[in-house]
């Protein structure tokens, strides 16, 4: 059973609570559930109101079952869509009030279920996130979202939620008028039963703008963005803006059959197969188990180095609750790392995704120190100072003999070989990576680095501990730069060396963005700062030389002063709305040769190479933990499924 109806008075309570699961879905099984119970609602005229909650910890609705959705086709699909659009059309349709209580995960076919009520009220609570995640996954909202949320907010504010795929934290959500209200936990259902009062909601859109001439003027706009954003990789955003735009003026029959039309096409496309299997890849970073040992817990933490990525660890440490002492020897970084770690709070209230209470909570779990404190309080101490392995073992050293014998010691350090940390500290199993990927509270992936004295319970306690802070984590063995800047290393090398024999930087960049990398390599390299991209370099191409050479061009723009967009000017000149190729740049250049017609295969396929080799020499255990590092991690087109698939 996976839902249940009982009733208080004359009001209805259907119950989501999938037996056996953590999470509630919708599969065949749990439609018909649905359907039944319907039924007996329709013989019951006393009933004067319909309130629709879930009986999960954490979650309202996950969506669609996605195995049963991905491996549907044809009428089989085509049933699938139609039942989830004739029972949501149901609870549209019901003569009484309804009323869903969101606590938790109300994503995809969750909301649309919760969109075919009158009223949407939320809790408060961090685990409630909102949204329509379809177009991610290279689908739509086929379940009637995409039809009903034009009609409930208005073509432009609803296309932007519905072709993004992004959730939306509870406040960002009432603010964008996704729910009616929010309330703690404790008091949602008194408030959803409230809402049942108001009766039936009642639709009203202003004639000047709710029509078919502003929606053709809409989709041009939308239509821009979504190039600038995709450049026609991903079918599924594009098809849900012609299904959204269309429904202004149809009927609600007629763009529901548009809907279940896009989802059957959308279903077969290879595109769409490589964004549910990065899905189910997500999933498995979730739960796989990489040993049995039992993990420990993290109550106390310490981020050593207050730099760009210190201070980022420590801000996102502290959004997820956990007590962060800050350190650095430097007064001056220190107070430098406060005022960046204030700025990303500011900004996370700014935006909605914390509100003033979180964040200043979250402001007060952190405790900076210029000294050299105790940290025998600290279960885990991450250490994200200069990249120097010398200091780095001193500073590891010193570490220690401030903490207990049995704290966790991580390192953030993006190539530097970690065992040769070992023997300057006492207890080397509990030694470890933890590479976190700038900037720290966008980026999703962690590589967890496992050294040949890692032990089995340190290595299952960082692997806890990466996922209990909301990130993914993708186990790698210790090597020179790991894995995602391994793979990568190569393929901006060779962009480098492209450049100083004469390439155009925009046409070399422009190759790699149209095979659907978010940023040219030459404009990576910027980014990242060409002092820290030399080092990795460096270290690299000093462990694999038969494979990488460094040109001499990055060292060149180094020593005349260009450090990349931190320093305003690298390849690229950044002082202007976009940037301008560096003409001193191109006075560097050694070679008069045009940019490769096949830029795109041989930057590509030196990525798959080296990802290749990192399978073989077991840098990381599958071929799918490739894929997804270098998806989270650099951006690797997800329709393509990763360098091991290299799809399309």
Known sequence: MNITLSFANTTAILVFDREGSSANIFDSATLKELSGLLDELATQPEVTGLLIRSAKPDIFIAGADLKELSSARGERLDELIATGQALFNRIADLPYPTVAAIHGACVGGGFELALACDWRVASDSSKTKVGLPETQLGILPAWGGTTRLPDLLGLPEALPIILSGKLHSAFLAKRKGLVDEIVPKEHLKSHALGFLQKGKRHHTHNPITHNQAVAALTRVQAQKELQKKTHGHYPGPEAALEVAVASIGRTRAQSQ??????????????????????????????????TEAEPKKIHQAAVIGAGVMGSGIAYWLSTRKLDTVLQDISPDTLAKGMKSISHLYADAVKHHVLSKTEAARGSDRIHPSAGAIPLHRCDLIIEAAVEDLGIKKKIFADLSSRCRPDTILA?????????????SISNPERLVGLHFFNPVHRMQLVEVVRTDSTSDETLATAVAFVRRIGKLPVVVRDSPGFLVNRILMPYLVKAAAMFEEGGDPEEIDKAMLDFGMPMGPLRLLDEVGLDVAMHVASTLTAAFPERMSLPTVVEKLLKAGHTGRKGGSGFYVYDAASPAVNAEAIGFQIGTEDTPSDTQEILSDLMTSEAKLCLEEGIAETADDIDLAMILGTGYPPFRGGPMERGL
């Open 257 to 290: 059959q548009a809907e279940m039309e896009a989802i059957a096409r959308l279903a077969s496309l290879p595109e769409t197969a490589q964004l549910i299997r990065l899905f189910f890849l997500q999933e498995r970073a979730r739960k796989h188990r990489h």
């Open 411 to 423: 390192t953030n350090t993006s190539a530097l070989p970690i065992g040769e940390l070992a023997s």
